[in-house]
């Protein structure tokens, strides 16, 4: 079982819907969790984080983690064609400062 | 300039010769990683950096070396390039602690192509 799990996709919705992007894990003692977006050619930039079991909103943006069923998923509202890239979820475990990438989502926004 | 950056852009080189992908940033951030990404492996973490003078492996490090005698430097040698070594490789880097909060930043990555 690989410890960051992502479904490859691709993820296809449509201009204006709302994405929502999985990632589970495997590590109960992980403390943090992190989305990065990348688009292709270009290196992974961070968009969002969350530690606390809940939602978390930033923008368009909203995390949600439960930690009991060790999942993170990342909504992506009224979606735009320019969010179309590879999500990566990562997750950092308890006792150190490494975090471990799930293979990512690929999203596409039909226009 | 301010950030990480990583040089080359794009290297190709020849089955058996020694490179070196360079990353330096100017944050004074106390970690820094090498990750290398394959498609259907993601991101896998090859070495990291906690302080100048400390490094340790990470998932993939057979092949390569590091060494990081400056805070803002962190080099990657491929000691004996292989085909199988043929990734992009990309350079981040974290403040110190274990705080919630402390993502990776990314360098713009290595395009090595090894024939």
């Known amino acids: 079982q690989k410890e960051v799990e992502q479904n490859s996709g691709p993820l296809s919705v449509p201009e204006g819907a709302i994405a929502s992007l999985n990632c589970t894990y495997s590590?109960?003692?992980?403390?943090?969790f992190f989305w990065y977006r990348q688009y292709s050619g270009k290196s992974p930039e961070l968009i969002m984080f969350i530690y606390s079991n809940g939602d978390k909103e930033d923008g368009r943006f909203t995390a949600q983690l439960n930690k009991a069923s060790q999942y993170v998923s990342l909504l992506i509202r009224d979606s735009q064609p320019s969010d179309s890239a590879t999500y990566l979820c990562?997750?950092?475990?308890?006792?150190?400062?490494?975090?471990?990438f799930g293979t990512g989502t690929l999203l596409a926004v039909q226009p | 300039d301010a950030g990480i950056t990583q040089s080359p852009r794009y290297k190709i080189t020849e089955t058996g010769r020694q490179v070196t992908l360079m990353c330096h940033q100017t944050?004074?951030?106390?970690?820094m990683f090498w990750y290398r990404q394959d498609l259907g492996h993601g991101l896998r973490l090859i070495y990291y950096?906690?302080?100048?003078?400390?490094?340790d492996k990470g998932e993939v490090p057979d092949g390569y070396v590091v060494s990081r005698s400056k805070t803002e430097n962190f080099p990657l040698t491929l000691e004996s390039a292989t085909r199988s070594q043929t990734s992009v490789y990309f350079c981040?880097?974290?403040?110190?602690?274990?705080?919630?909060?402390?993502?990776?930043?990314f360098g713009s990555g290595t395009r090595l192509t090894v024939v």
């Open positions: 990562a997750v950092r475990g308890g006792a150190t400062n490494k975090l471990i």
């Open positions: 944050w004074s951030h106390s970690y």
């Open positions: 590590d109960r003692g992980s403390q943090s």
């Open positions: 981040a880097s974290s403040e110190q602690g274990l705080l919630a909060n402390y993502g990776y930043t």
């Open positions: 950096s906690a302080a100048a003078d400390i490094t």
